[in-house]
Each structure stands twice: as C-alpha cells, then as structure tokens.
C-alpha cells in the first residue's frame, strides 16, 4: 500500500481532489486537527 501512495500519478490524483474540494469551515479544521492528535498519539 506504501508503494502506491509514493505513486506520482497518486499524488496528482489527491493534489486535483484537494483542489476541487475549496475550503474547510473552522469547525472542520478543529474537527481535522483534533483527528490527526488522536491519530499521531496511537
């Protein structure tokens, strides 16, 4: 799965994802935020 994730065509892929996505509200960016504390410390 590592392998595929270093794929540059893969990042291409999340990089036009993330654009078309726009903005996050800043309930979402604490929302985000608070999940990559939870995740990081596991």
């Known amino acids: 799965m ?3 994730l270093l794929d540059p065509a893969i990042e291409d ?3 036009a994802l993330a ?3 726009g903005s996050m509200t800043e309930d979402q960016r604490a929302t985000l935020a608070r999940l990559l504390r939870l995740n990081r410390a596991a």
């Open 19 to 21: 654009a078309e996505a």
């Open 2 to 4: 590592a392998q595929r």
């Open 13 to 15: 892929e999340i990089q």
